[in-house]
């Protein structure tokens, strides 16, 4: 998945990306790199950050994150200063909207029951560290 930042905000989603929710930064191959940005890994799902030169967040469009421990996740978000705003209105799912450090909208969600899908084909964030990567 691909979000936009602005320009200089790359330390800011390594606290993020990497500090609050625990992703592995990874190494941009260096004719990407000139361009900016950065990208982040864990559980299943990769995150690439590019920076946009009139930058605006999504506020409206945005990705749905599926993880364990949805609960745990929001109090690390607090924690981190990041607002969550619960939303019960899914069937079948928990699920809350909270937003990157730029304003990006971001949805976290979680099956109920016995619905709920396994394997690989399920990204995951799980608190309180991240599912290792692999290939």
């Given at each position: 998945?691909?979000l ?10 390594r606290?993020?990306w990497g ?12 004719v ?16 690439h950050?590019?920076?946009e ?5 999504a ?12 609960a ?9 200063g990041?607002?969550?705003?619960w ?6 799912h ?15 969600l ?7 899908p ?6 995951r ?10 290939p």
């Open positions: 998945m691909q936009a930042i602005p320009a200089g905000g790359e330390e800011r989603c606290e993020f500090g609050v929710l625990g992703m592995a930064e990874v190494e941009k191959p260096a990407l790199a000139a361009r900016g940005g950065c990208w982040f890994r864990g559980g299943g799902l990769e995150v950050l590019g920076v030169a009139d930058f605006g967040p506020r409206k469009a945005h990705p749905g994150i599926l993880v364990r421990g949805l745990e996740l929001a109090r690390r978000l607090e924690a981190g990041h607002a969550v705003t939303d019960g209105d899914f069937p079948g928990d699920r809350f909207y909270a937003a990157d450090p730029f304003g990006n909208r971001l949805e976290f979680e099956p109920r029951g016995p619905q709920e396994q394997g690989a084909d399920r990204p964030i799980r608190t309180p560290r991240m599912v290792r990567y692999r």
